[in-house]
């Protein structure tokens, strides 16, 4: 595949664009392949491309039933960040923020990532301790991160109210290389860089069945036919206990809507993001200048993927009270996305009952910034039966108690 560069992008302009590939093959699937993945999300499309550079698997094919990234990779607030309580959420989180420094020049595409650094408001005494606690731990983990003082907050977000009607702001945890990346742009990058190593990212082309012999995966079949496999990984976030009841397991997953608005474009106000997790709202500015809003998880589980209006009017409400500035503007679009919960608010990195057969999920409502080092842990653990990033993430750990306990710790875990 050609290379994208400043050079091309003059040729181009020079000779009308007629000179660009497409950025990915749209193949017919074959009849086997080495590896299959089910979902072209960024956690699937990530695994595959890791296989590849990692492992030299190239026999892949991902399926997705959809368009890639239109599950809740193209979907989200792309907020990035790795400044978690527990040491294997630490380990995963971080391996992909300093990924996601690089991972344009890797693949050769424009993810936008921008270190613009994350605010996480402490508003009440709880947090005030518990984001300290948060610091500490972020020391001894080699994470980054520092609490900092309302002055030093205001410095940092000029527009933001420190008097609350309801909360103060009493301090923030602040990762100064937290930030954010263009979430279309990640699947892309990925999807590109995988055509270009061979593999097949089949789109319109939903799993419906899972076969098996002798308790080991066999292959899929498909709404194309029926694909053969040595190896399956299950990276499909919201549907994930639908796709894991194909292969005859129960996952302890919860599905539910998240949703996100975005504002009429402004001028630049703000160049870091804030998370206020008391009032509950968090927000950031797109380069195209829209306020970019992250709201709640609704609190039934089900599959829409579409917002409801008590939680748009309750996320404004706690975002004007953080930013007055806000109160005027118009809301453009408003939109949902189906998110995957486990109780401990950790992911799933794990083997399955099924051999051969293994399965990515339980991101819940953070999971983009994860996705470099997911995605690497998955190929990993696919490739090699084990990953020390993977580690704490088995299945089994929910029979066993063994929580990686983010719930507390991250409040809302976007
Ligand atoms: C509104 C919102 C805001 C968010 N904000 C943030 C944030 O700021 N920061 C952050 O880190 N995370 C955030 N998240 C979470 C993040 O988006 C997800 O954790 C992450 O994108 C999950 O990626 P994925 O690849 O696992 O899933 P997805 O991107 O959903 O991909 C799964 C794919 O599997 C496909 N699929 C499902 N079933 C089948 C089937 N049977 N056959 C074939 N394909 C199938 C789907 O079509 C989908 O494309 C947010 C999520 C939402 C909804």
Not at 299 to 320: D, I, K, M, P, W
Request: aromatic share 8%.
């Amino acid at each position: 595949m050609k290379r994208y560069s400043a050079f091309a992008i003059a040729r181009e302009a020079l000779r009308g664009h007629i000179g660009w590939e497409r950025a990915w093959r749209s193949p017919e699937p074959k009849a086997q392949y080495d590896v299959v993945i089910v979902g072209a999300g960024g956690h699937g499309l990530a695994t595959a491309y890791y296989l590849g550079k990692n492992f030299g698997i190239t026999n892949v094919a991902v399926l997705e039933k959809g368009w890639l990234g239109g599950g809740n990779t193209g979907r989200n607030t792309t907020i990035i960040r790795s400044n978690y309580l527990q040491d294997p959420s630490a380990a995963i989180y971080e391996k992909a923020r300093s990924l996601y420094e690089t991972l344009s020049q890797e693949l050769n595409y424009n993810i936008m990532f921008s270190p613009r650094g994350v605010l996480m408001l402490a508003q009440t005494e709880h947090e005030v301790r518990g984001y300290r606690r948060t610091a500490h731990a972020n020391s001894l983990q080699g994470v980054k991160t520092e609490f900092v003082s309302p002055d030093r907050v205001k410095e940092l977000c000029p527009i933001i109210s420190l008097e609350g009607p309801r909360y103060p702001v009493l301090g923030a945890l602040w990762q100064a290389r937290a930030g954010t990346a263009r979430h279309d742009a990640v699947a892309w990058g990925y999807a590109r860089a995988c055509s270009d190593m061979g593999m097949d990212i089949i789109q319109k082309c939903e799993v419906t069945g899972i076969r098996t012999e002798g308790g080991k995966v066999s292959g899929v079949t498909t709404t194309r036919g029926d694909i053969g496999c040595g190896k399956l990984g299950i990276v499909v976030a919201g549907h994930s206990g639908v796709v894991a009841e194909m292969a005859g397991f129960r996952l302890p997953i919860e599905s539910v809507a998240l949703q996100a608005l975005v504002s009429e474009p402004i001028k630049p106000c703000m160049d870091v993001v804030v998370m206020a997790n008391t009032v509950h709202g968090y927000m950031s500015q797109s380069d195209k200048g829209e306020m970019v809003i992250g709201g709640g998880a609704d609190g039934f589980n089900n599959y829409t993927q579409r917002g409801s209006f008590h939680h748009v009017e309750e996320t404004v409400r706690a975002l004007v009270e953080t930013f007055p500035i806000i109160s005027r503007l118009k809301m453009l679009r408003q939109w949902g996305g189906i998110v995957d919960m486990t109780g401990d608010r950790s992911p799933i990195i794990s083997k399955t009952p099924v051999e051969n057969c293994f399965i990515n999920c339980g991101w819940g409502t953070g999971g983009f910034k994860a996705i470099p080092g997911s995605g690497w842990a998955m190929a990993e653990l696919m490739a090699k039966g084990a990953s020390p990033l993977a580690d704490g993430f088995e299945m089994h750990r929910f029979r066993e108690g063994r929580f990686v306990d983010e719930s507390v710790a991250a409040g809302v875990a976007h």
